[in-house]
């Protein structure tokens, strides 16, 4: 498998910087986890829209922006030029639902707070992009096994502040897993890159930033210790805050994972194993 790093930021594609995206070649059949904004900029349109797959680890917008913005329409038209044959399979999470305080007036006539819960429109909006797109979308569970060609499909599931998974591609020989968005505290990203070959795993926080109440996001040496005890041959940081020199995140993490490299927009890999 060849992996193509399209993006490596968050939450917005900034100078060279793009948001997340890989672009996963095995044989005849191209994989794109993720579709954040600018991420697209890196595809040739001609030859990468066909045969593509795209797997969204979560209905985040830095994480799907450029499905609607680029991919949609684009596949329209290559459609309608008669250079795309196949529609581009989507896969998106189940859907999902957020909890808010909603303000109401109680039976005294007075305001109070109550908890709602709301679906996440995001959903609704990728499964409803109308007729000038050429895209066949459907839905995956953690429990879901994808195939496409040679390589297959699984997931796990995060913590974070709405359903995120962590994606694994194996073709018998070489696995890659992609972390998506993931708290540390009992996520499975362990689980699931057990001696991959591969971990492309977020490390959106430096040590001393503050993570705030919620553990939705790793510290880059939190994501070096996932690796420390998965045990990939190679790790690869992701999702850094654009305007940060992507060094500090390594320097971070090297203590704890040696074999550590930053994504770097345009980068190809090459597995062998």
Not at 33 to 43: E, K, W
């Amino acid at each position: 498998m060849e992996v193509k790093v399209l993006g490596s930021v968050s939450p917005a594609c900034y100078q060279n910087y793009n948001g997340p995206g890989y672009l996963i070649t095995s044989g005849q059949n191209k994989i794109l986890l993720d579709c954040g904004p600018g991420s697209t900029r890196l595809l040739d349109m001609e030859k990468d829209f066909n045969n593509l797959t795209i797997i969204i680890s979560h209905l985040h917008r830095d994480h799907y922006s450029d499905l609607i913005s680029s991919v949609a329409y684009t596949s329209y038209v290559l459609h309608n030029i008669g250079l795309l044959d196949k529609k581009i399979k989507v896969y998106i999470p189940e859907p999902d639902y957020y909890t808010e305080h909603e303000n109401y007036t109680n039976q005294y006539g007075k305001y109070d707070y109550r908890l709602v819960s709301k679906p996440i429109l995001d959903y609704q909006l990728l499964t409803n992009l109308g007729p000038e797109s050429y895209l066949d979308v459907k839905t995956y569970s953690t429990d879901s096994k994808i195939q496409i060609g040679d390589v297959t499909a699984t997931f796990a599931y995060n913590p974070h502040n709405i359903k995120s998974h962590s994606i694994k591609l194996s073709n018998g020989l070489e696995s890659i897993v992609y972390s998506g968005d993931t708290g540390y505290e009992y996520n499975n990203v362990v689980k699931l890159a057990k001696s991959c070959n591969l971990l492309i795993c977020e490390a959106t926080l430096l040590r001393g930033q503050s993570k705030g109440n919620h553990d939705y996001h790793l510290y880059a040496h939190e994501a070096a210790t996932i690796a420390n005890i998965a045990k990939p041959d190679l790790l690869m940081l992701t999702h850094f805050w654009p305007t940060i020199e992507k060094k500090k995140y390594i320097d971070e993490a090297l203590p704890i994972f040696p074999n550590t490299i930053p994504a770097e927009e345009g980068h190809i890999l090459k597995l062998t194993k």
